[in-house]
């Protein structure tokens, strides 16, 4: 018997034992990659990295603590155990801030919620010594902007129901949540000192012209990568309340504008293209305004009674840009636009995209000749730098990105203008800068070049004369371009910092000349005293007569 029993507990362990061993090896063979993708899962934030080309983060996960009121955490009993007012007065003492009348009654209504999003964990201390059960600091995720302002209208934000909006966090929301993706940051093109460099100087010009916002764009000319792209005024991704909300509109990707005389360069390239000017030194009466039926085309004040085509772009004639684009034709006008985008919304990721005010059909002979001169079509900053870019890079558009390309990955593009024509438009840009009205814009050895543009806004019963969006599109270094550097005023006022004046060339073209000795370096480009682009085959077209 006593053997019996012994070999039954023998048996019984043997058998105990090969479950155990069968378990394990099926855990093994069948679970293993389970439990390895459940402990990276741990390993990885909530949501991925957003950086800058350089891998500076500009938006990243981390834990922080909540204060949460759970009625329900003493099961069948009363939400708290202590009056409402009572422990209403002990949280304004850890967060003076909060009202003390509101707080008793969130707690007296006995419903669940926030009393206050993200609270350090100090505070959270305090708030467990409370000994209030139903007080709960939960630690969540939550995203956190290292950077601040920086960038805002690019990067976006992550609202309390977890998801992306307006900028590169909406764009890449799935990427940026999906386990199998987010542990791999997104690099975005942005360049970190770049937009910071550009935002404090469109900040400071628009506090010397008591602008009411401004707006720029750094843009890669080979590659359409955006290295930077502000608009002002801004809001803090840390912080969405309802002044932000107002802020968040974007004035460079979203907002439509008459960029007035920085289309006409534009126009003198596709002349130039399309062979109606073959000779730079042609002259066009410029002396007395232009009759168009029963309308004028005027120039802001007499240049001269004759101008050829450099100084019809260094004195910014209308008159001169409306003549060579009536000759050029609606028809070949209006398809160089079309080629440049100009009738579609602007190509880039972000959401915000505002869609141009666009003539279809024929194109009258007046409309033609005011679209030369930048009036009558209405597009966005962006617009205007993708065009800029094709303008001087040799002639080929891309699109723009706020993606960092990777080598193999920059689109081809399309051609929009002749290489010849572009070698031309980089010397009269150039001279723009040096003899015209970009003086401003000059930084020694950095050979920029651009185009000043100031219009009026529009306005119930036709154009206010007080209300100016300025604009200089520009490029550098011209004998080489690599980027392309909009700024844009709305609203600029004549203030004793800008001689009073109002127009572009004292406030645009400012913000471009002191941006880029700041910006050059950081994108590899330094200042050579010794070069420039050749003018002497432009120069001696530049007459007394223009002056």
């Known amino acids: 018997m006593a053997k019996q029993r012994a070999i039954v507990i023998a048996f019984i362990f043997a058998a105990a034992t090969a479950v155990l061993v069968l378990r394990v090896g099926m855990l093994g063979l069948f679970e293993a990659d389970t439990a390895h993708a459940s402990t990276s899962s741990l390993l990885v934030p909530d949501r991925g990295e957003i950086t800058d080309r350089n891998g500076i983060p500009l938006a990243r996960d981390f834990k922080s603590y909540a204060l949460w009121f759970n009625p329900k955490a003493m099961e069948g009993g009363e939400p708290l155990t202590r009056p409402a007012g009572e422990i209403a007065a002990e949280l304004v003492k850890i967060f003076p801030d909060m009202d003390q009348a509101d707080l008793t009654r969130r707690l007296a209504s006995g419903k669940g919620q926030y009393l206050r999003r993200r609270i350090l964990p100090e505070q959270a201390n305090r708030v467990h010594a409370i000994g209030e059960p139903a007080l709960n600091p939960p630690a969540e995720p939550s995203r956190y902007y290292p950077e601040g302002t920086l960038a ?14 307006v900028g590169m966090e909406e764009v890449f929301d799935k990427q940026l949540t999906d386990p199998a993706t987010r542990g791999a940051p997104v690099a975005l093109a942005i360049d970190a000192r770049v937009q910071a460099a550009l935002e404090d100087e469109l900040y400071r010009v628009m506090g010397l012209a008591q602008a009411k916002g401004a707006g720029g764009i750094v843009m890669d000319v080979d590659t359409g990568e955006v290295v930077a792209l ?46 109606t000017i073959g000779n730079l030194a042609r002259r066009w009466p410029t002396g007395a305004p232009l009759r168009v039926g029963r309308f004028s085309i005027r120039d802001s004040h007499r240049i001269g009674a004759s101008l050829n085509v450099p100084e019809i772009l260094m004195h910014s004639s209308n008159i001169g840009t409306a003549q060579i684009a009536d000759e050029l034709g609606s028809a070949r006008m209006k398809a160089k636009m079309e080629d440049l985008g100009f009738n579609e919304r602007p190509y880039i990721e972000l959401p915000a995209r505002g869609f141009p005010i666009w003539r279809s059909g024929e194109w009258p002979r007046l409309t033609t000749m005011t679209v030369s001169y930048g009036h009558g079509v209405a597009v966005t900053p962006l617009h205007l730098a993708s065009a800029y870019a094709a303008m001087v890079n040799g002639g080929v558009w891309r699109p723009a990105t706020l993606k960092k390309l990777g080598a193999g990955e920059v689109p081809e593009g399309r051609r929009v203008f002749k290489e010849a024509t572009s070698a ?29 543009g100031s219009a009026e806004k529009p306005g119930a019963g036709g154009y206010r004369r007080t209300s100016l969006i300025t604009t200089f599109a520009s490029a550098f270094p011209m004998d080489n371009p690599r980027f392309v550097v909009v700024a844009m005023m709305d609203e600029p006022q004549g203030t004793a910092a800008t001689s009073y004046q109002r127009t572009a060339a004292w406030n645009a073209a400012m913000v471009v000349g002191n941006v880029v000795p700041r910006i050059g370096p950081m994108l590899g480009v330094y200042p050579e005293a010794s070069r420039d682009i050749d003018l002497t085959d432009l120069r001696p077209l530049v007459g007394k007569e223009a002056h």
């Open 152 to 165: 805002a209208h690019v990067l976006g934000y992550v609202g309390a129901d977890g998801n992306g909006h």
């Open 230 to 275: 502000a608009s002002l005024p801004t809001f803090d991704p840390n912080h969405i309340d309802e002044r932000g909300m107002e802020l968040m509109f974007n004035r460079v990707t979203n907002q439509v504008y008459e960029l007035g005389s920085t289309f006409k360069p534009l126009t003198i390239a596709a002349a130039i293209d399309a062979g």
């Open 424 to 452: 031309r438009m980089r010397q009269m840009l150039r001279m723009i800068v040096t003899d015209g009205t970009g003086r401003k814009a000059d930084a020694p050895g950095f050979r920029i070049g651009g185009k000043t």
